[in-house]
């Protein structure tokens, strides 16, 4: 089955060296190919010859291995790999740790940190959830506290992205108390070879993407802290912007690949002796997706865009609402992708199914729909 190109309206606004950029990946994307298994979205193979080719580095300084490059740029790499099906599903959590170093590593871990990812295709994982604790953080009880100079933590973690394929994972716990339940909360670094420190793959619709994480007395340097004791409830709240965004951006990837795939079936598919495409109802399903697929571009671009303008500006109701709008899209794109292939959507066969799996999820991890609905009312005044 042929698949069908990039709308050409995804270019629009991209400057000669933005659209040359987008080229080079849709060119790597149907040159390149990588021997992973059906279910295990990220490739080490595939992340190091981005690192090669220096997209890997993209926000990270110069510096420190890097090549640069704005919020924007991330996202344009983030669509287009997820759309050309590069196995390098690890890099969005990774970028969202990037981003924290960039506001409050030291320049020891940047160096470290920010360094293996960019020359080697190193994944970092960040761990929020708990058992009691998912979409309410500020109840998680994972606990560390100073001995000997050291970190010691004890908790447990949930649904933590690619921890599996990183070499650190950026803990979120409780340092200290308050009168209100987020204070007291910070961010260590726990690498993967440390004593105590255990990762148990969940199995997902998805495949294999996500994790269960147990620290049992897990001893860390004090320097492994991130930022400032105390003061991770404002960190994490500093990169919500960057993070919803990579999400949205991943999704809107997703729905273009799912809409590109159904799209070339329904031109070459045949019943009744014509195209299924040739059919009004059909049709108007791919006029809707288009139409949402345009609107969701845009306004994921323009909260980037806001973003690169001031990195340090908070944007609850925009980012809110690009990462509602896209997952919600990627799902909606899957859905009718099925129901427009029929029993061939539905078999191992044909990669839509795979497609749904994967876009069910966006729409739960990074804050649900749901959530990102009650932001979005709160700016409103409700």
């Not at 020891?108 to 979409?135: F, H, N, T, Y």
């Not at 009004?280 to 303008?309: C, G, N, P, S, Y």
């Amino acid at each position: 089955m042929a698949i069908a190109p990039p709308t050409p309206t995804a270019d629009l606004g991209l400057t000669d060296e933005q659209r040359d950029f987008v080229q080079a990946i849709r060119d790597f994307a149907g040159r390149e190919r990588f021997d992973v298994p059906p279910d295990d979205h990220h490739s080490p193979e595939a992340a190091a010859r981005m690192a090669e080719l220096g997209w890997y580095g993209l926000q990270i300084d110069e510096e420190y291995g890097g090549s640069g490059g704005s919020f924007f740029d991330a996202a344009l790499f983030l669509e287009e790999t997820t759309h050309g099906q590069i196995p390098i599903a690890g890099y969005g959590v990774t970028l969202i740790v990037v981003g924290a170093l960039n506001r409050f590593g030291s320049e020891q871990q940047k160096r470290d940190l920010q360094g293996r990812v960019a020359k080697e295709g190193g994944v970092l994982a960040i761990a929020m959830s708990e058992p009691e604790a998912g979409s309410d953080v500020a109840a998680l009880k994972t606990r560390a506290r100073r001995e000997n100079g050291e970190w010691v933590l004890d908790g447990s973690k949930m649904w933590c992205s690619y921890a599996h394929k990183a070499s650190h994972t950026l803990i979120v716990c409780r340092t200290g108390d308050g009168d209100e339940r987020h204070e007291g909360l910070s961010m260590i670094f726990v690498p993967h070879d440390a004593e105590g420190f255990t990762i148990t793959p969940i199995k997902t619709l998805g495949g294999e993407e996500t994790n269960e994480l147990h620290l049992d007395g897990v001893r860390v340097p004090e320097e492994n802290l991130l930022g400032t004791e105390g003061n991770g409830w404002v960190q994490l709240m500093a990169g919500l912007n960057y993070e919803r965004v990579i999400l949205a951006a991943t999704s809107l990837g997703l729905a273009q690949r799912t809409f590109d795939d159904a799209l070339a079936y329904a031109k070459e598919r045949k019943q009744f002796g014509r195209p299924i495409g040739s059919f009004q109802a059909i049709q108007h399903k791919f006029a809707d997706l288009a139409t949402d697929l345009a609107q969701a571009r845009l306004l994921v671009r323009w909260v980037a865009r806001m973003t690169d303008e001031d990195p340090m500006r908070m944007l609850p109701q925009e980012a809110s609402m690009a990462k509602l709008a896209a997952t919600e899209l990627a799902k909606r794109c899957a859905l009718e992708g099925v129901q427009i292939m029929g029993g061939y959507g539905y078999a191992t066969e044909y990669p839509m199914e795979r497609h749904l799996r994967s876009a069910v999820v966006t729409t739960i991890y990074g804050g649900t729909s749901e959530i990102q609905k009650n932001i979005i009312a709160k700016t409103l005044g409700l």
